[in-house]
């Protein structure tokens, strides 16, 4: 692609992990070592969002009067209103202002029962003592709030506080819903955790009233993931991951956790839901969970106890790995090349492992062995790692999925919208692989790195869950690491199956290959089954390295052939020319001798090919040297001049020599060769090509008259296109050529090829091709160009009109038989 200047490239944006990995992610980094995860669903918390116009009491702070006020009722217990003002230095008696001043103050801490009594006793009540000691008085506002009630889970008080910061994701209906008829004390319940600014009895916020204005049903997705103990299967919690804030949600988790009913129905939509989408993931009932435990591996049931153990001494572990690094430093880094994994993966950590197999632990091969290939995982999880693991030429992916099982029910083991990527993998990425295998049920995933081959085998598990006061059992399968020798020759096995199928694959496609491109026929699949150590599989591929090698020496001899037999013509060529200069005839005995070297180290044994190599060299031998300064030999040893060739024409000169439209092709091309572009058109080629073009030639009685014809209209072209003849135009070219085109069927040799849209018309003589442009055929010229029976059907690439001089003047000397 080219590079474009002055424009700023756009940095490219960070691909969003899918939402099983980042769920994974998260829970993997919060669960406990001896957890395992089950699964995880959707949920949508559906809600009302209800609207309350409220009436509040709150505390509010009394005034610096109402505070002297209610200081002189705490210290004398009674007193009047006359000497409340004396003690307070109002004039209550003959200033009417000062009286007006503490009246609406005494009236005040009155009306929200501070004080009882007349004005001759006052006192404070049980109220007045506590807004005494507070500085504080009771003040009533109105204000609209907000609540989410959950009508199936009413004990959920707290959802908006669980969403927290995005309110605004929320899906709400703008439909309007029913009055929910709560009682005011439901509704301060949930206040009291949403709204606390209506109520809040720890601040002294009460609510008086609340009057329904609106309500609106709403929801709000998340993602509940379930983990349970491996030590106890009793212990099972959920942990709700929230993609607006991609991160774990305590506050809703520890809500889930709190309400056995909801977490209950939660934990029985995962179970239903993972059944749904593995087909290995089953409900057990009656008979079968004793089936299906008695069954369970010995490596789970270690693998699970190892866990449980590892959790226990997580932290004698990590002092452990220190004192080995201080006492073993120079290990370290051999250490590091080591790949370390657990005994035991859940489905969903496992996924977290894989991808920590492709980005980070920098392998050599991944082999991928799945019963099934489905959709959901593979177009958007695995796909991607694979596509961009591939992208380094040095690393292989291996892929197989089972055949269809005899119990199966008609359902293919690759999902239809997986199979075009993993064909457009196949053909794109010479190192990726796919096959699949006979009838199998489990899961295997081997991690090759340098000599490290780390085998996971699938392993089907019996976990219990306590779901609605019953026990379920499910059979699922979970993947364990296997021994190292376990997985050596697991991995022989597979490579074995991988290259049986290959065999059969690469066989059929060298054999249909075409002979042009076995040239550079390269194959690095057949390179990676040639390089592996290991009898059987060379017993394969052996066979199919020499029908290869076959096929290339039949290629190679028909290649040199070709090439013999253009020296041949142009050594005859050249004979009939004068001969040779010493530069060319040493370059034909080094083409010569570089072909019998190739014959002599492929032993090529073909008579035909042995022969036609003498030939050309005996012909080369008994060509003439062409001198620059011929002169005048007088050696014994000089040959007879050859006698020339008889005059078909007896109007043209007799210095004109008579040659085959063979020879003439030739002598063109080698003009085309010498250089990029031809001698720039002069009036005087113009001139002759006007000549060319003259009635006589016109009048096309051979192909002599045609070619000079073509080579003028060559000519005149390019001078009319270039502004060098002004006197003619492009359509007195085109008269000639369709002349031409009306006498085509009296020239076997001659093939006409039209382009219409581009409106390029091309004639080809035995391979010599003229190009015209702009030419427009009417509806009677294309009648004689579909009836004319072509030789040729494309162009070959000939740029005569880079060389009308030259072919022009090719044209004036020579005189085609």
Known sequence: MSKIKNKKIAAPQKVLEPIGTRIAKAVFEEKKISERIFGYISYDINFVKATYAGKTQRPAKITSLEKGIVGILLIDETSSFEKIGLILGLDVVNDKAEQSILRTAIETLRGFNAIEGDDSCMALTDAGRTYAERGERPDTYTKSFDIYIDKSHLSWLNIKNCIGDYLSKINEVNT???????????????????????????????LESAIWKEGHEASYKVYVCFVQSIASSEEVRA???????????????????????????????????????????IVLEGDAVETAKSEISEDIKEAEKQLVLEEENAHKASLSDTSADSSQPTNTTNDKERLHKKALYDSLSFELELHKIFNEDDPDEVWLISPWIRKGAFMHDRGPLIENFLKDENKRVFIAYSEPASNNDGKPMMDEEVEPG???????????????????????????????????????????????????????????????????????DFQLEFAEIYATRIQKEIENIEVASLANYQNERLDYFLSIDNPEVHKLFSPIEDLLEEKILGCLKEELYKKLAKIGQELVVASNLGGLNPKDKKKYHSMLNDISKEISNNSIDDPSTLELLENDLQLLELIHDKKIFPGKITSTHTKQPSIPRKQSNKSVNIDVECISILELKTMIDEVMKGSQHGTRITTESVSIAKKMCSPNNLSLENIDKLFKVLAGANVLASAIKFGIEKKMGLADVHNSLRRIIKRCNDFDDLSIIYNKEQKRIIFDIEGLQFQYEKFEANDELMEFIKKHINRAMRWNGSKTFLFSVEIIDIATKYIVE
Do not use: W
Not at 246 to 265: C, K, T, V
Not at 426 to 438: M, W
């Open 239 to 281: 942990l709700v991951f929230d993609e607006n804030s991609n991160a774990l949600n305590p506050i809703m988790s520890e809500q889930i956790n709190s309400n056995p009913e909801l977490l209950a129905e939660l934990l029985e939509n995962c179970i239903k839901f993972e059944c749904e989408i593995d087909e290995e993931t």
């Open 176 to 206: 309007p819903c029913d009055d929910l008829n709560l009682s005011l004390e439901q509704i301060k319940q949930y206040a009291e955790c949403q709204a606390q600014d209506v109520h809040f009895p720890q601040n002294r916020y009460i």
């Open 422 to 492: 993993i064909k457009l993998l196949n053909e794109q990425y010479p190192n990726f692989f796919y096959v699949q295998l006979p009838e199998f049920h489990l899961k295997n995933v081997i991690e090759v790195k340098g000599d490290q081959k780390i085998l996971f085998s699938g392993s089907f598990n019996v976990l219990s869950f306590s779901v609605s006061e019953e026990q379920k059992h499910v059979r699922r399968e979970e993947m364990t690491l296997a021994h190292h020798t376990v997985a050596k020759n697991k991995y022989a």
